[in-house]
């Protein structure tokens, strides 16, 4: 692949389907063969799933609808619940190829695309289910429509961007930057305010924010608890600058698409750097850069979230790949391809291999991804030899593994909430454990049964189970008989 032998439009189409293929076929791969087991996270929307709703505590309803849809076609098992995650970022390297192709030319567009497929974040992202994997494909999407619809403000197309927008929000309510980033643009274009006078431009803003309604509507049934968890969740009751935390955020960001598209990008932007596309560039910069601030400034004053800026890379990295792809600089674009690549490869291979060979024992966080189905099984037994059909668990993490891993047990899960406590997740204000009807239990935790309130008349010490969950302090979880 050289210059002296130019590649074709369509051959570069085909190449980026053939590369965007390559990396599907192995997270897939990777899903199947490896032996972690699911985040608390995952488990909590597998969970989700089992009770279809367009909203939750936490979150808008779209990942436990996709969870439903693979799960429904192949089943509860791990592999099958993080199924849509390698597909959905397979799908956005599409359209991130598409954006760019049409901002500037199939070659950038390749590299643009392969850029996307091979982040850092990405490669991590395709092989665990999160809700960054459905928004940043409808933001993709999105970022396609826009490209298309400032090339011509038709209606068709202003439809096409409200809907991405509109599906995007029921992923995380961060989707609404992209319609906001663009009001900004065109405000800030003087050849583009023009638009405001077209019916069209009006649908395009506005028309996303009918996917709001499912969402809102549910919140309003159940007191507009994700609206609190997410304003919550911002940290600003504690507002204080922290000069060290600008640093730790950059350092974070830089490692989503990798260091060096991050430093080309910013820096460009620093000193007007551009590529022979400067109108494009200009657009790419509105559509990621706000972005990056605005979550800079709630991490240097509040809370640092390194995830909350993910819907800026989309752009971020089709801007630096153009400006990569001019003549000196390519080979840097190559050397930033090939870490990522060989990144993205060795972490497939490394996750392939778990269940397979010994794991080490650092990073800790890999621990928590590890014996769940064993203490699944050691709890069922504990439960029957107990003669009590429910398993009261204390904390989100514990209710959602265990609500998972005792899914066809026939036994009923249920979070113990504190008489008077708020609930402080879904399940403690959908399922809670309430004694008087639900009657004896066995509860399993890490704490003191004292610390919760409950009554020592009410509590039966019944040993512990032997587990190497991250939550069992020297092996062994304790459990108890609840009386009612």
């Known amino acids: ?17 053939l590369v965007i293929a390559a ?24 969970a989700w799933s089992r009770h279809l709703a367009f909203g939750y505590f936490t979150k808008p309803g779209l990942i436990a609808w996709l969870i439903r849809g693979t799960t429904e076609v192949c089943g509860n098992g791990v592999a099958c619940v993080r199924a849509p995650a390698p597909i959905l970022h397979a799908t956005a390297a599409w359209f991130v190829f598409l954006a760019a192709r049409r901002l500037y030319d199939a070659r950038i567009a390749f590299w643009s695309a392969l850029a996307y497929a091979a982040m850092p974040a990405v490669s991590l992202s395709s092989l665990i289910l999160n809700t960054d ?6 933001w993709c999407i999105g970022l396609h429509a826009t ?26 309510y961060a989707m609404i930057y992209l319609p906001a980033s663009l009001l900004v643009y065109v405000l800030a274009t003087p050849g583009r305010r023009p638009l405001f006078r077209q019916g069209a431009t009006w649908v395009a803003f506005l028309g996303g924010l009918a996917g709001f309604l499912p969402n809102l509507i549910w919140n309003a049934q159940n007191g507009f608890v994700t ?10 009751e504690a507002i204080g600058f922290k000069v060290g935390k600008i640093f730790e955020y950059l350092g974070g960001q830089a490692v989503i698409p990798g260091p060096i598209l991050f430093a080309v990008a910013v820096l460009a932007a620093l000193v007007g750097w551009r590529s022979a596309r400067p109108t494009a560039d200009r657009l790419m910069m509105w559509l990621s850069l706000p972005i990056l601030i605005v979550i800079g400034v709630n991490a240097a004053f509040a809370k640092l979230h390194g995830n909350w800026a993910a819907t800026a890379f989309p752009a971020l990295i089709i801007f630096a790949s153009a400006l990569l792809c001019q003549g000196r600089w390519r080979a840097l674009l190559k050397l930033s391809a090939a870490i990522n690549v060989i990144a993205a490869v060795a972490l497939a291979v490394g996750a392939s291999l778990v269940g397979h060979a010994p794991l080490p024992e650092r990073p800790r966080q890999l621990q928590r991804l590890l014996h769940w189905a064993d203490y699944g099984e050691k709890l069922v037994e504990a439960a029957r030899a107990a003669g009590v059909r429910t398993v009261v668990t204390v ?15 026939g036994l009923v899960v249920r979070p113990y909430v504190a008489p008077g406590a708020a609930p402080a997740d879904q399940f403690e204000m959908t399922i809670p454990y309430q004694p008087s009807i639900h009657g004896p239990a066995l509860l399993v935790t890490e704490v003191d049964p004292s610390s919760l309130g409950i009554a020592p008349e009410r509590i039966e010490p019944l040993g512990a189970i032997d587990t190497q969950i991250y939550k069992a302090e020297g092996g062994r979880l ?6 009612r």
């Open 227 to 236: 609206f609190h968890h997410t304003g919550d969740n911002a940290g600003w």
């Open 23 to 46: 990396f599907l076929v192995l997270r897939l791969a990777t899903l199947l063969l490896s032996g972690f087991e699911l985040t608390y996270d995952e488990a909590q929307y597998w």
């Open 147 to 172: 490209v298309l619809f400032l090339d011509k403000p038709a209606l068709s197309r202003a439809v096409y961007l409200a809907g991405s927008v509109a599906v995007g929000l029921n992923a995380k």
């Open 395 to 409: 904390g989100r993490p514990m209710t959602s593994e265990t609500l998972y891993e005792l899914r066809d047990s």
């Open 478 to 483: 304790p459990i108890y008989g609840l009386d």
């Open 1 to 17: 692949m050289t210059d002296t032998q130019p590649i074709s439009d369509r051959n570069w189409m085909r190449l980026t389907v």
């Open 133 to 138: 994997g459905p928004l940043l494909l409808f």
